[in-house]
């Protein structure tokens, strides 16, 4: 869904934008969606809309009003969440991907060098504490945390593949949603705290 609608949405994101309604771009598979009287025999149209409901009717209807949301409040980064740069999807798919995977994954490529064993959890409180040089044990929930050290420790153990509520319990977040909002505050200021996401990844994979 999120994947979809980040591409629909490109013609509006470009400087200048390429048209001012999705729709109303020419080489996009959006105008089908749209309008099902323009529909390319090509495009199965059907795989996206099922996601919005059995009914194609009201599944089209609400899949533009997906697209709406996107141009008003503009569409979130799908790879934003994507475990080791390369898994985009829910906490049980990334688990049955990295069962697949695991040792056959490609040791030259980076991002897949931890699917198959990622460092716990009691391991990254370990880096994350000597990279800023601060106790394990303050990272409590309740606790009010000023520093970044918390949410570089939440946004590495999500990169490696930790669910957000084991990450909440271990970094003291009152929930999944406070790990997502550390995973953004990092993704927000990355030219600021990415050194500081390097030198945990450094210890970790020492």
Known sequence: MEVSRYIHLNPLRTRPPLCARPENWRWSS?????????????????RVLREFGGDRVRAARSYRRFIEAGIQEGPRRPWADAVHGLIVGSETFVDRIRSILGDAADPELPQARGLAAPPDLEAILSAVGAVFDVPVDRWQRG????????????????????RAKDIAVAFGYAGSSGVAQAVRRVEQDAGGLDPAVKKVQRKLAR
């Open 30 to 46: 959006y105008r089908g969606y749209h309008r099902a009287a323009v529909r390319l025999d090509w495009v199965d149209y059907a």
């Open 143 to 162: 606790r009010r945390i000023d520093d970044a050290s918390r949410c570089v420790g939440a946004y590495v153990a999500r990169r490696y593949g930790h």
